[in-house]
Every structure is written in structure tokens, then in C-alpha cells.
């Protein structure tokens, strides 16, 4: 069965600090991989998200994620990160030609001023 | 643009009685309509998907039913609370089907069941 693993639950860095966050999935064939943010009592925003083609993707504020088949994981990272992208991120899994989604645990990111 | 609005804001309800929780899209016509629901500090999980008017299917039995009226709104509902229906609950749109759309969300609604 399909499914997706945020090992980390929270992570701490300061501001300035680089940033991954990890994703793991699990599904049969590719699927399509999306990373949303959401901030405290709000619903979800896209940062980024891959299909096929390139293994990194861009996103906005300055995120980016590498898609890797042979380790089933599609990794978030941030070269620099400011307080404000303090928030919980979700990894999400969709299925080709379904309307399925399944999202990971999610991990809380805290960065320190 | 497109507007993605729910209601209530939030929700205080007793055990065993009725909810209705709405989502109404605008400024896109036939959209892919989801619910989700949140539990405090938990994972997202998909309950109903919609793709056209009259037509839902099911994800996950949680003893909530949803329906789509009208093609910009989807509504989320149970005769009997529960207390593990407690949580937030989030209602997104997609312009198109196949999985690979993006989905956009609405502010959600907090629901406590005591």
C-alpha cells in the first residue's frame, strides 16, 4: 500500500542555518510528489511539487526538493532559513489517474532568531 | 482568482448531535473538490473526493458523509458526533484530475465534540 514517512517529527535550526527535511515514500510506480506548508490555525499552501523530468524542483521561497527513485524519497531542503518559515511541513503522495492523496505526519519546524 | 470559503469557523457540539460543515469554491467552474480531516497536531487524512456534481466517493469510513449540491459546493455531514470527530477539518480544490493537480486549501473549520 501507498504511503509516505516524515521520520522527524520536529526540527530546530537557527536562522541562517541550511535546512532538510525528510520524506520517504512508498508506492509502486513514480508518483506525484507535492511538499505544502501550513502556519499555525491556517489550511495548506503549495511550495513545491514533481512529476517527472528534472530530480530537483524549485518552490517558493527559495525551497527546493530532489526527487530520488532508487531511495524513494523526495527531500526538502533551504540553504538559508529565516524565522518565518517557522511552521509544520507535509509531504504528499498523489496517484496517477486517481484523485487519492495520502500525506505524511508532517514535521514542525522551529527556527530560532 | 479563485476563492475557497468554509463554514463555520469553528464548531463546539455535543456528542450525538448533527453537523453540517460547508466549502463553497468560486471563480472556478467543475472543479475536483476534497475534504480532509486533521486531527489536533496529526496528519492530514483524505475522507471524500468529488469530481462532478451529484457524484462523491468515499476514501475513508469515519461515519461522515459528504455531498456536492451545486458545483461550487461540497458539505460535510453526520446525523450522530462522535468524540473522535473532533479536529480540523479542510476543504481543497484541484483544477483537473489524474493526481498530478495541485491542491488548494481552505482556511478549515475546528470542530470539538464534548
Known amino acids: 500500500a501507498q504511503s509516505v514517512t516524515q521520520p522527524d517529527a520536529r526540527v530546530t535550526v537557527s536562522e541562517g542555518a541550511s535546512l532538510q527535511l525528510r520524506c520517504k515514500y512508498s508506492?509502486?510506480?513514480?508518483?506525484?510528489l507535492f511538499w505544502y506548508v501550513q502556519y499555525p490555525r491556517q489550511g495548506l499552501q503549495l511550495l513545491l511539487k514533481?512529476?517527472?523530468?528534472?530530480?530537483v524542483v524549485q518552490g517558493v521561497n527559495s525551497f527546493e526538493a530532489e526527487f530520488s527513485k532508487s531511495n524513494s524519497s523526495f527531500h526538502l531542503q533551504k540553504a538559508s532559513v529565516h524565522w518565518s518559515d517557522s511552521a509544520v511541513y507535509f509531504c504528499?503522495?498523489?496517484?496517477?489517474?486517481?484523485?487519492?492523496?495520502?500525506f505524511g505526519t508532517g514535521t514542525r519546524l522551529q527556527v530560532l532568531p | 482568482a479563485q476563492t475557497i470559503h468554509q463554514w463555520p469557523v469553528a464548531e463546539i457540539k455535543a456528542v450525538g448531535s448533527p453537523l453540517s460543515l460547508g466549502c463553497t469554491i468560486k471563480?472556478?467552474?467543475?472543479?475536483?473538490l476534497y475534504w480532509y480531516w486533521q486531527a489536533t497536531g496529526g496528519t492530514l487524512q483524505q475522507l471524500f473526493y468529488?469530481?462532478?456534481?451529484?457524484?462523491v466517493e468515499s476514501v475513508v469510513q469515519l461515519n461522515l458523509s459528504a455531498s456536492r449540491p451545486k458545483d461550487d459546493q461540497f458539505i460535510l455531514s453526520t446525523e450522530k458526533l462522535l468524540l473522535s470527530h473532533s479536529g480540523f477539518y479542510l476543504c481543497?480544490?484541484?483544477?483537473?484530475?489524474?493526481?498530478?493537480?495541485?491542491?488548494?486549501f481552505g482556511p478549515g473549520t475546528r470542530l470539538t465534540v464534548l
Open positions: 481543497a480544490w484541484s483544477p483537473g484530475t489524474g493526481g498530478d493537480a495541485e491542491q488548494f
Open positions: 508506492y509502486s510506480a513514480t508518483p506525484y
Open positions: 514533481y512529476y517527472s523530468g528534472d530530480p
Open positions: 504528499a503522495l498523489s496517484m496517477p489517474n486517481t484523485n487519492k492523496v495520502v
Open positions: 471563480g472556478k467552474s467543475s472543479p475536483n
Open positions: 468529488s469530481i462532478t456534481v451529484g457524484q
